[in-house]
């Protein structure tokens, strides 16, 4: 994965081992690894933006590595403050964010797949999906009714869905196999809040009118199905977190521990790529000195 790279947090803490060998209750979502207050958070992500800026400018100029970072969450875990505040110093010339809603009658005659293909970053780039294709081993699961609009394969058509499931997982993982072997670095982060918290911030937005557009009726009915969610989520975490594209689980109960550990993920995995600046050739420093003699030099 290139050189080991400094960070502030103890990533092992995040990190969802790829033998299966996980349980989602057992990471606690208020857990903030010592970091004591919002001002120590807020430094450590001060630093991180700082390193992901230096970090992009070498992505865009070698043009040789691009970056995908996936964030998942249930409503309310901060998945969009966590992309305004990390990426609050990067080049927006050189970063792509799409937001995945329900797929389009036309999405739906593909692959599921399909839609994040279509997404996927230019070398020298960074894409962030806002939720991903793995909404469809996640609120799929959950309400599987919405299988009915979908094209399933002929193969799996008549089999149960727990088959259904371990094949997407295999895809999921061979799709981003593939990615690795192309030199895009999968950052996949889930942002882990509780039940509690959610309420809260459900609440904050109805008692506060300039939040009000960010609530959703929809988002209160989601929440009967918690353990559901928290099932899929397991699933989905043991099954598609790999050496090449390992997950990372952050505890979002607080927000600035939330987005100071994420810009520490993102920053560290993009500085591991070691990137150089491309030693000019020949031919381009000769050019240098004959612009240089026509400009006066």
Known sequence: MGKKSRHHFDHSHFLVPTNGDFRLQDRDPAFT????????????????VRRLASSQELLWATGTHSVLVILQALD??????????????VNPQGVDVTSFKAPNDEELTHHFLWRPMRKLPARGRI???????????????VHPSFLDAQVIPSRLKDAPLEDLWKSRFDEINAFEHHLHLQDITVIKIFLNVSKEEQRKRFLGRLEDPSKLFKFSARDVA?????????????????????PHAPWYVVPADK?????????????????????KLPEPSATQLAEVAKYREILGD
């Open 33 to 48: 690894e010592g970091i004591k207050n919002k001002h120590a958070a807020r430094e450590a992500l001060i630093d991180d």
């Open 76 to 89: 309310a875990a901060g998945k969009d403050g966590a992309i305004k505040h990390v990426m609050s110093g």
């Open 127 to 141: 894409a962030i999906f806002n939720r991903s294709y793995y909404e469809e081993v996640l609120v799929v699961r």
């Open 222 to 242: 989601e929440r009967e199905h918690w353990e559901e969610y928290q099932h899929a989520y397991e699933q989905m975490l043991r099954a598609t977190s790999t």
């Open 255 to 275: 927000k600035w521990f939330a987005r100071a550990a994420v810009a520490d993920i993102i920053s560290s995995r993009i500085a591991a790529l070691d990137l």
